[in-house]
């Protein structure tokens, strides 16, 4: 979990490198083993509970970087290169790879496993971390890099200068991921979306033609909207093209906020595009995010997979995940796009940060997400409360 709270850095030294020996590995294993499984509550298939690590098939041929703390791992992250890693049919699929059957596979890397422990979540070690990354992706010609990351972290991957591309898919083991792709050469699109990595590529060669093959490959990946290229009034105006009426009313999360409070609250959400059929969330799930829905239809199922229940159709305004959003509790019913969607991300981490520096605002927003959340229990209890009587008038119409 990359992104939390800022915090200054805390008064102990690092050291970032690659992971020298099959004992530095495991001590990252081990490592990932702890924010996955301990801190974050995640469920993984892979994960070994006797020897508490986290390892996969992508390991073996990784280079493993590290940060080093008074001897202890704080922050890990993991590279493969194409051309020394076999790669599965299922994640050629996912990435889509065929697509770039033109270029060399060591011009293509996958990045994963990145994570910060908690103490250190918001400090320079994860800004260190990526440039490290990034600096030896270079070095090795690599002029494409993919990962998968959570709808939470969406807007962190954009602001690196990472793009979609291909719709979304379900993980077994984590729930809806959002594949990316980040072209190494492209400065200019860096300087656009201001990334931390600009001012380190403008000094390598640069080039626009891995950008210009990009974007007569997917032509329609424009769709996926990076709000890094856009302004407050740009934004504002799309949203009001899609929910055909003022945000401020067609978002009840909004409501009594001005349209300056509202635009300087959005400036903190993301922008996701799902296609129809997208499974968003599952029972289960582990995440944090809240979703208001812009454009187009998601349903809502209960019930169990041998005998789903629709709950509930939402439309452009309304939101989903405002459970998990509140408490922090796994996710509760299953969500799917019956429509190409538009949907708004808020996160915890977003609304912490938005606390500091407007505080008024927020507290206007957490009180109508109050307001909503009365809302849909008084309905639950109607519908209880129906329910329970329709039951008792059948068991008086017996007698």
Same mark, same amino acid.
């Given at each position: 979990m990359p992104t939390a709270e800022p915090?200054? $850095?805390?008064?102990?030294?690092?050291?970032?490198?690659?992971?020298?020996?099959? %004992?530095?590995? &495991?001590?990252?294993?081990?490592?990932?083993?702890?924010?996955?499984?301990?801190?974050?509550?995640?469920?993984?298939?892979?994960?070994?509970?006797?020897?508490?690590?986290?390892? $996969?098939e992508m390991d073996a041929d990784a280079d493993h970087f590290m940060v080093?703390?008074?001897?202890?791992?704080?922050?890990? %992250?993991?590279?493969?290169?194409?051309?020394?890693?076999?790669?599965?049919?299922?994640?050629? !699929?996912?990435?889509?790879?065929?697509?770039? !059957?033109?270029?060399r596979p060591d011009c293509l890397s996958i990045s994963s496993r990145l994570m910060v422990a908690s103490a250190w979540r918001g400090s320079a070690v994860l800004a260190g971390l990526l440039l490290r990354l990034f600096e030896h992706a270079r070095a090795r010609g690599v002029r494409f890099n993919f990962l998968n990351c959570a709808p939470?972290?969406?807007?962190?991957?954009?602001?690196?200068?990472?793009?979609?591309?291909?719709?979304?898919?379900?993980?077994?083991?984590?729930?809806?991921?959002?594949?990316?792709?980040?072209?190494? &050469?492209?400065?200019?699109?860096?300087?656009?979306v201001r990334s931390p990595f600009w001012r380190l590529a403008r000094k390598l060669p640069t080039s626009d033609a891995d950008s210009l093959w990009f974007e007569g490959c997917f032509p329609n990946h424009a769709t996926h909207l990076n709000k890094r290229l856009l302004d407050s009034e740009e934004f504002w105006d799309i949203l009001e093209h899609n929910l055909h009426a003022d945000p401020t009313q067609g978002i009840p999360l909004l409501a009594g906020l001005s349209e300056a409070q509202a635009q300087a609250f959005l400036g903190s959400c993301s922008l996701l595009s799902c296609q129809a059929g997208e499974l968003i969330i599952r029972p289960g799930d582990v995440g944090d995010e809240l979703f208001v829905v812009l454009e187009g239809v998601v349903e809502i199922w209960g019930g169990s997979a041998a005998r789903p229940i629709s709950l509930a159709l939402l439309g452009p305004g309304e939101l989903f995940g405002e459970i998990a959003f509140v408490s922090r509790s796994p996710r509760t019913a299953r969500v799917q796009a019956n429509t190409e969607v538009k949907l708004l991300i808020l996160t915890q981490a977003l609304l912490n940060k938005a606390m500091k520096t407007m505080p008024e605002i927020v507290a206007r927003v957490l009180l109508n997400l109050?307001?909503?959340?009365?809302?849909?229990?008084?309905?639950?209890?109607?519908?209880?409360?129906?329910?329970?009587? %329709?039951? &008792?008038? !059948?068991?008086? $119409?017996?007698?």
């Open positions: 915090i200054s $850095d805390p008064p102990v030294s690092t050291e970032l490198r690659l992971a020298r020996s099959l %004992a530095e590995r &495991e001590a990252i294993y081990r490592f990932r083993y702890q924010i996955y499984v301990q801190e974050m509550g995640k469920h993984l298939s892979y994960a070994d509970s006797e020897r508490q690590i986290l390892y $996969d080093l703390a008074a001897g202890e791992v704080v922050a890990a %992250a993991r590279l493969n290169q194409l051309g020394r890693t076999p790669l599965s049919d299922y994640w050629r !699929q996912i990435y889509g790879l065929q697509h770039w !059957q033109g270029f939470s972290l969406l807007g962190f991957y954009e602001q690196l200068g990472y793009r979609r591309y291909t719709q979304g898919f379900v993980d077994e083991d984590v729930g809806y991921r959002i594949p990316m792709v980040f072209i190494t &050469e492209d400065a200019n699109y860096m300087r656009r109050s307001v909503v959340l009365c809302d849909r229990l008084r309905g639950s209890t109607q519908n209880w409360v129906n329910a329970v009587q %329709a039951v &008792e008038g !059948q068991g008086h $119409d017996r007698h």
